[in-house]
């Protein structure tokens, strides 16, 4: 809590109002019907005064802890107001006649007590007045951070000390050169026409300013404008009513308030704050625990359910299997059916993303309407379902269910535009304990037959067998092992010769990636890739094959045979959208030239995401890289995406060149090609060149560029050195003929 910014409430200010007019009007009534006679109680005045020094001085402490705090100069003063005033009332007691002694202590005088007094009375006021106007009461006039807060408190408290302990002394001495009129008695009528007035004159302009700046509106000035009143009235009933009247007892009785107004105030905004607090903590306590039930709520949610179809995800599957195959007695057998639909890509690519998050609720919803009340309907990945049925009887009924399910699919589904979509599903079936004693074992084997009916065509169901198991289980140690390949460091790069078909010179060569286990040996890319793909792994190694080529490109050009190397990009990484900048950043830390790479893509990477593609490949092509359309031909969109891909070079697949030159079905397509490439002023190489005949067919045909086996096999950087040299020397020698022949 800051006393020092803390605002009064308006119902505090207006019982302030009430406080203060019943203080007057009991000043008043004391005065007028009290001002003489009473019992003389010499010891009510010490204790009176000692309560008045202990709150005045815990008074002092509050505001120099909030100035320490707060830093603001007008708080510095009032705290040296509290402080004078309680240095000062030791002396006045001591001094005061008939208390402790009758003359008082010191030798000192009527008049000495008097002057202090007054001195008290003017004090209290008068700082106030200079906390105002040097302080800048109520405004923000603050001490640098640099100030030293601790030194300055006890400068003042010092100085408030020492005045506290010469005030006698220098009263005492200021009392002999006082006129007789006025020495003698505490008051006589000099005095009293003298010192009532200036008090009230001080205290009025006191309270008048505090009122004027600050209108009350903070809890300190609420409190010293009620503090410094009833320092008037004591002044007022100290003058005008005799000592220990009953007026007299009712202005000791404000001159404690006074002191103790600020003390009692921060004591009640502290019991206030604390019952905010309290009732803060509680609110606090029971919103967050309405915030952790429905965080939980919602952290469950995004672990159990998927957000798209509301259905359970893999996770709330998974948990479902383990506890019925850990616990045979909530079902001695359970089934688990796994739909995978068929050709779903076409409906994304066709209608794009939403129309297909539709498809997908759609599909959710039927299959919700088709399963038992009891079965578990859960959406495994993108579009793959899993029904998870327990006690079906027989493998019949599980068959029934199967193709029950497949049925509510196969109706076509509403999409954008009024157009509908047609889809299928393949179907696997799993049953436990039969076909496997755990509930990975099952699922995988369930997801193994679906597999294997889109394998057979799609739209049709197979329950699990032994072959499946076989090879699930191979391709589960396939997956561990190419997991590992990259830490052991079991993949190298093979780099394939591309050829000038007229000048019979080397232009660039394909990397090929080559995985050497081992336990498998030389392990075919057509082997791993594709467990790569489907296994997430693809990212990764497509990430070292770009480091790797990059790195060997780097090493190439400082040996003065710089080589462009083309690098087959994959659908994942052209999805993925950090390629990009690791692309980008692997060239900057080789300092090779963007020129000396050439990224190679398939038309079915490329048909993937037809947007995403161009927007990746727009900017390798401004960036400097090569672009090639791998197998161009094999893809029924491919005269489309040669026209709007930023390609360069049309590299025709190697089906097309096997049949050459007598297969005339291939002969015509490789011609027609050739002539579109060429127009849209494209490179071709053709693939696959493995015979002399198909080389020189495909050079009076006017294709540029070469590859297969005829030229080079793929081989280690090494082996490629060697390579270029024999072939540097052979087509030097056969230019050399040729020379000499003319």
């Known amino acids: 809590m800051n006393l020092a910014t803390s605002e009064s409430t308006p119902g505090s200010r207006r019982n302030a109002l009430i406080a203060s007019a019943a203080m007057i009007a009991l000043a008043v009534g004391a005065t007028v019907f009290g001002r003489r006679g009473a019992v003389a109680i010499s010891t009510v005045l010490p204790l009176l005064v000692g309560c008045v020094i202990v709150s005045e001085m815990m008074s002092a402490y509050v505001l120099f802890a909030e100035f320490a705090r707060s830093r603001l100069i007008w708080l510095l003063f009032v705290a040296a107001a509290y402080s004078l005033t309680a240095t000062l009332t030791v002396p006045y007691i001591l001094t005061f006649p008939g208390v402790f002694v009758p003359s008082g202590l010191l030798g000192a005088t009527d008049q000495t007590a008097l002057q202090i007094w007054m001195l008290w009375h003017l004090a209290f006021p008068a700082i106030v007045l200079g906390a105002i106007f040097v302080g800048r009461l109520p405004h923000d006039a603050r001490l640098g951070r640099a100030s030293p807060v601790p030194r300055l408190i006890v400068l003042v408290l010092g100085a408030c000390v020492a005045l506290g302990c010469a005030a006698p002394f220098l009263s005492e001495a200021l009392g002999r050169y006082l006129p007789e009129l006025i020495r003698g008695r505490m008051f006589t009528p000099a005095t009293t026409v003298v010192v009532l007035p200036l008090i009230l004159l001080v205290d009025v302009l006191a309270l008048a300013m505090i009122y004027a700046r600050t209108r009350n509106r903070t809890v300190i000035s609420l409190w010293l404008f009620i503090a410094i009143l009833a320092s008037a009235l004591d002044a007022a009933m100290g003058v005008l009513c005799s000592r220990y009247s009953y007026g007299w007892y009712v202005g000791k009785a404000f001159l404690m308030l006074s002191s103790s107004v600020m003390l009692v105030g921060y004591i009640g905004e502290m019991g206030k704050l604390r019952s905010r607090l309290s009732r803060a903590d509680d609110d606090l306590r029971l919103t967050r625990a309405r915030e952790h039930h429905l965080a939980q709520e919602r952290v469950h949610r995004l672990v159990f359910y998927d957000e ?348 097309f060149i096997a049949g050459l030159p007598f297969v005339k079905s291939d002969a015509a397509i490789v011609v027609g090609i050739l002539g579109l490439a060429l127009a849209l002023d494209r490179k071709v190489v053709a693939e696959g060149i493995e015979t002399d005949h198909q080389r020189a067919w495909l050079e009076k045909a006017g294709c540029g560029y070469g590859q297969g086996y005829l030229f080079g096999r793929p081989m280690s950087a090494a082996a490629l050195l060697a390579w270029r040299e024999t072939r540097s020397a052979f087509v030097a020698t056969r230019g050399s003929a040729r020379h000499v022949a003319r």
């Open 308 to 655: 798209l179809t509301g259905l359970s995800n893999r996770n709330h599957l998974e948990e479902r299997l383990s506890t019925l195959a850990s616990a045979p007695q909530l079902g001695s057998n359970f089934t688990v059916i796994f739909l995978s639909l068929d050709k779903f890509k076409e409906v994304n690519d066709q209608f794009g993303h939403a129309a297909a998050d539709h498809v997908l609720i759609d599909v959710a919803a039927r299959l919700a309407g088709g399963v038992r009340r009891d079965d578990m309907l859960a959406r495994f990945s993108g579009d793959e379902f899993v029904v998870l049925a327990p006690s079906l009887p027989t493998a019949n009924a599980a068959e029934v269910l199967a193709e029950a399910l497949r049925e509510l699919i196969r109706a076509p589904f509403d999409v954008a535009d009024g157009g509908s979509a047609r889809i299928t599903a393949s179907v696997g079936i799993a049953m436990f304990p039969d076909d496997g004693t755990s509930a990975e074992a099952v699922l995988d084997n369930a997801d193994a037959a679906a597999r294997q009916a889109k394998r057979m065509g799609g739209n049709t169901t197979r329950f699990y067998s032994r072959e499946f198991f076989e090879e699930a289980r191979a391709r589960r140690r396939l997956q561990e092992d190419l997991s590992l390949a990259l830490l052991r460091d079991e993949f190298v790069l093979y780099y394939q010769p591309v050829l000038d078909l007229r000048t019979k010179e080397m232009v660039k060569v394909e990397a090929l990636i080559r995985w050497i286990n081992p336990e498998r040996g030389l392990v075919a890319p057509d082997a791993f890739i594709p467990v790569a793909e489907q296994s997430g792994l693809m990212q990764v190694i497509g990430y070292w094959v770009v480091e790797e080529a990059i790195r060997q490109s780097s090493q190439w050009t400082a040996s003065g045979t710089p080589t462009p190397i083309a690098v087959n990009v994959s659908a994942r990484q052209l999805d993925d959208r950090a390629f990009l900048d690791h692309l980008i950043r692997a060239l900057d830390e080789s300092h090779v030239r963007p020129s000396m790479l050439e990224l190679e893509i398939t038309e079915s990477a490329a048909m993937s995401d037809a947007s995403l593609a161009q927007d990746v490949l727009d900017q390798c092509r401004s960036l400097g890289l090569g672009i090639s359309l791998d197998d161009f031909g094999t893809y029924y969109s491919s005269l489309t995406y040669l026209k709007r891909l930023p390609i360069d070079t049309v590299k025709i697949d190697r089906s």
